[in-house]
């Protein structure tokens, strides 16, 4: 048997632990490789936490601002509504007072129609007192937009009138107003008290 060289020696060790040293050498690539598919699971579940946040971050945001959306409209709902009662009550804060008046109007109307036809001085005076007030009564029902309703000749309307009474008349066409027992008035456009009328058939 011959031998061997130092250098044979050196070389037949070498090849001996080539082969640990490739086993070692996978086995750390492997590892390398676990860690790196680990890291991607991770950040794939990180990614889908960031995004299930952020819709719930987005769902929420969308549900505040709808309620505040709602909450703007009733607001405006609420302000339009008191404005409109602020202004109902300027304007027919006064209907039962002025309904009262109606009766004080009407009394006056009859005294100045009863003492028309008198020739005493003495009544005319009054007649004069009486008419100066029924005039300041109209301005004063003017000021406050309370209008009368005569409707003599003009056709029967049921908003505005009360028909008392129906008469035939060949003079008149059907359903007009035909006599007026007692005027109407309304404040601001209302009707406070319906004229009562006889109409024609």
Same mark, same amino acid.
């Given at each position: ?7 044979q020696e050196t ?29 991607? =699971? ?28 709602? =909450? ?75 209008? =009368? ?18 008469q035939e008349n ?32």
């Amino acid at each position: 048997m011959s031998k061997q060289t130092p250098d044979q020696e050196t070389e037949k060790q070498a090849e001996n632990e080539k082969p640990e040293d490739a086993q070692a050498t996978a086995a750390e690539t492997a590892e390398e490789q676990g860690a790196d598919s680990d890291a991607e =699971v991770s950040t794939a579940d990180g990614d889908d936490d960031l995004e299930q946040a952020l819709e719930a971050a987005l769902s929420d945001a969308q549900s505040a601002k709808d309620d505040l959306l709602r =909450v703007q409209a009733e607001m405006q709902n609420l302000r339009r509504r008191t404005e409109q009662d602020i202004e109902k009550a300027h304007k027919y804060g006064q209907e039962k007072f002025s309904i009262e008046l109606l009766a004080v109007m009407d009394n006056l109307e009859r005294s100045l129609e009863a003492a028309s036809n008198s020739d005493d001085e003495v009544v005319k005076s009054i007649r004069e007192g009486v008419d100066l007030t029924l005039k300041g009564f109209s301005d004063c029902f003017t000021k406050f937009n309370i209008e =009368v309703v005569d409707p003599l000749g003009a056709p029967f309307d049921p908003q505005l009138h009360q028909a008392m009474s129906m008469q035939e008349n060949t003079e008149s066409e059907s359903n007009t107003v035909i006599a007026v027992m007692q005027k109407g008035y309304t404040l601001h456009g209302r009707v406070i008290r319906p004229a009562m009328v006889m109409v024609s058939k």
